[in-house]
């Protein structure tokens, strides 16, 4: 079996939310935001703890080939899959698992984001191989949750049906439906009901449930995909961008969690394809926020979360953080981000967090792209 499970490291993304820490020249996976590794590095020795080093695969942009290489030198750089041009998560996902699908047609499949916090390691790597144990025995794709500690209003949220099994003695739940970021008072209903999980993008799958899906009317925009999984036709490199520029920018989640979760039944067969969910009670942070900057920080007896030259007086529950030799002062904030990196400062309220990819997209269209 443990020939069969690949991972498959997402190190595309633009880190947009974490700006300006997080630049188009060096997005938020390439940082070394905690101390050792950068978040990549740490996402690659997670993955070595669960999987055989030729079965770790990484996807990245063509911009970003150079610096994966020198960030991962163990890495196979057979392993290396490059995108054809930026898309979203669903691209990438899909490029990648077809790709690993031509080489192993029986893969099971593990998807990292590689911008997360994970401790303990070892239990990290127990829950993923139950639930690649699962998605290898049923028709289903495995979502890791995350077991809420607060009322967060910056993760979206898996909502749990029943229990449907056991693996390895972790819990194996319905997913009923997927809830995008919260206003503050619906996350603490959320919280307190305890059928809701914070969505980690972490995944597990096998390869020929992926194709069935693909197969399927619904999902018909994403099938020209499914023809490099074919080991014996050869596609060029014209032909490949040919394709994958006219796919969607879409996440994984909008293009086929979401739509699975409404209708599970897929194809002609009536192949019912389950979403299931393995709540997860290690440490985890999602890196691509300020908010978990603020999370992770200790704080002062008024709750806010001081890095770098920083000075406050009378602020509550903020973050202010400056990397560098800029002094930041505030006063009177309540519950305010400010960050001063380089040459740019932000300042948002915490609750406007998720929209600093709205500033970036401002930013690039503007005056301003040397500052993205």
């Not at 490291?9 to 633009?14: C, K, S, T, V």
Request: hydrophobic share 40%; aromatic share 8%.
């Amino acid at each position: 079996m443990k020939a069969q499970e690949h991972a498959l490291i997402l190190a595309g993304g633009i880190g947009a939310r974490l700006w300006p820490k997080s630049r188009l020249h060096r997005p938020k996976q390439f940082l070394r935001v905690e101390r050792g590794h950068t978040l990549l590095g740490k996402t690659m020795t997670r993955a070595q703890a669960v999987f055989e080093k030729g079965n770790i695969w990484v996807v990245c942009k063509p911009y970003q080939v150079e610096e994966v290489k020198r960030q991962l030198p163990e890495l196979d750089k057979s392993r290396l899959i490059v995108e054809p041009v930026p898309r979203g998560t669903a691209g990438a996902v899909i490029l990648g698992a077809m790709t690993i699908c031509r080489e192993c047609p029986e893969a099971v499949i593990s998807v990292f984001p590689s911008d997360h916090s994970i401790k303990p390691t070892d239990r990290f790597a127990n829950i993923i191989r139950a639930g690649m144990e699962w998605a290898s025995s049923n028709p289903s794709i495995v979502i890791y949750g995350i077991r809420p500690d607060s009322p967060e209003t910056s993760y979206g949220y898996i909502e749990t049906g029943g229990t449907v099994g056991q693996c390895s003695s972790w819990n194996c739940m319905e997913v009923t439906n997927f809830h995008e970021k919260p206003d503050p008072k619906t996350a603490r209903a959320y919280f307190r009901s305890n059928r809701f999980l914070w969505n980690s993008g972490m995944l597990s799958f096998s390869v020929n449930i992926l194709r069935t899906i693909l197969e399927d009317e619904a999902f018909g925009v994403w099938a020209p995909l499914t023809k490099f999984c074919e080991s014996g036709i050869k596609i060029s490199r014209k032909e490949v961008c040919q394709i994958y520029e006219l796919l969607p920018d879409d996440s994984f989640d909008t293009a086929i969690l979401e739509k699975l979760a409404r209708c599970h039944s897929i194809g002609p067969s009536g192949l019912e394809v389950n979403l299931v969910v393995f709540p997860c009670d290690f440490e985890w942070y999602d890196l691509g926020i300020w908010e978990s900057f603020y999370r992770l920080l200790p704080k002062d007896g008024a709750g806010n979360a001081l890095s770098g030259k920083v000075a406050a007086v009378d602020c509550r529950g903020s973050l202010l953080f400056s990397e560098g030799d800029t002094l930041v002062g505030a006063i009177g904030l309540q519950d305010m981000v400010v960050v001063c990196v380089d040459n740019a400062v932000l300042v948002c309220p915490r609750r406007e967090l998720d929209r600093v990819r709205e500033l970036v997209e401002l930013l690039s269209e503007g005056d301003y792209k040397d500052y993205v």
